[in-house]
């Protein structure tokens, strides 16, 4: 059971990535699913949550109408796609899930299962 994230890269500000969170080992389908990130220096927080029950989302006051988050359950995928990239979007990202809910949010300390994160850069 594992989630691997992929996507993430050297950008310059007000470009675009998309991340992507690959689950092998179950089925996402049912599972709320949750994008983090960690900078530097800073704490672990949550940016975006799915909704496995009716694909709600969530977004963090700082990337609300930048991020979008969505997912391909066929694929057993979920997404987070980046747009218009501002140096203080420099992080890990992680997607993640408790394993257990199907509905948002997700807080940190009911997460059961990390990806390994993948490295945004934002910076001319």
């Known amino acids: 059971v594992q989630l691997v994230e992929s996507g993430g890269g050297l950008v310059q500000p007000g470009g675009s990535l998309r991340l992507s969170c690959a689950a092998s080992g179950f089925s996402l389908d049912y599972y709320a699913m949750g994008w983090f990130r960690q900078a530097p220096g800073k704490e672990r927080e949550v940016i975006s949550c799915?909704?496995?029950?009716?694909?709600?989302?969530y977004y963090e006051d700082s990337v609300k109408g930048r991020f979008t988050i969505s997912r391909d359950n066929a694929k057993n995928t979920v997404y987070l796609q980046l747009n218009n990239l501002k140096p203080e979007d420099t992080a890990v990202y992680y997607c993640?899930?408790?394993?257990?809910?199907?509905?948002?949010?997700?807080?940190?300390?009911?997460?059961?299962?990390w990806g390994q994160g993948t490295l945004v850069t934002v910076s001319s």
């Open positions: 993640a899930t408790d394993y257990f809910s199907s509905s948002c949010p997700l807080p940190r300390r009911h997460i059961e299962l």
């Open positions: 799915i909704s496995g029950s009716d694909g709600m989302t």
